[in-house]
């Protein structure tokens, strides 16, 4: 049975730091690529960063440029964001997705049609 678990989330100041992960089971990990979105109330999901499955290519949203990184590994089944400087409007449930086998092991796709498998997401509050 696949599975994407996120953990992490929570209650942060402005300026503070959050580390999401997605632990993953049921399929193979090493071929597949990891992409996090995120969804604030009243809005559509968004992609905020992604990560090829050979880990050599990453891609962000431009309004987490500098902030955010992506990171995997494979022997652990798990992949991470590292998030900092949050702010108020990084408000929202965050869910991990992985993407593949069928893409190239540097592809690094970025639509949600795109993913095949999701988490339940973890909630994550920029607040003072």
């Known amino acids: 049975q696949v599975q994407l678990v996120e953990s992490g989330g929570g209650l942060v100041q402005p300026g503070g730091s959050l580390r999401l992960s997605c632990v993953t089971s049921?399929?193979?990990?090493?071929?597949?690529?990891i992409g996090w979105f995120r969804q604030a109330p009243g809005k559509e999901r968004e992609g905020v960063s992604f990560?090829?499955?050979?880990?050599?290519?990453?891609h962000y949203v431009d309004s987490v440029k500098g902030r955010f990184t992506i990171s995997r590994d494979n022997a652990a089944n798990t992949v991470y964001l590292q998030m900092s400087s949050l702010k108020p409007e990084d408000t929202a449930i965050y869910y991990c997705?992985?993407?593949?086998?069928?893409?190239?092991?540097?592809?690094?796709?970025?639509?949600?049609?795109?993913?095949?498998?999701w988490g339940r997401g973890t909630q994550v509050t920029v607040s003072s």
């Open positions: 049921g399929f193979t990990l090493d071929y597949y690529a």
């Open positions: 990560i090829s499955a050979s880990a050599l290519r990453t």
């Open positions: 997705a992985a993407a593949g086998p069928h893409y190239r092991m540097d592809d690094v796709p970025t639509s949600a049609q795109e993913y095949d498998y």
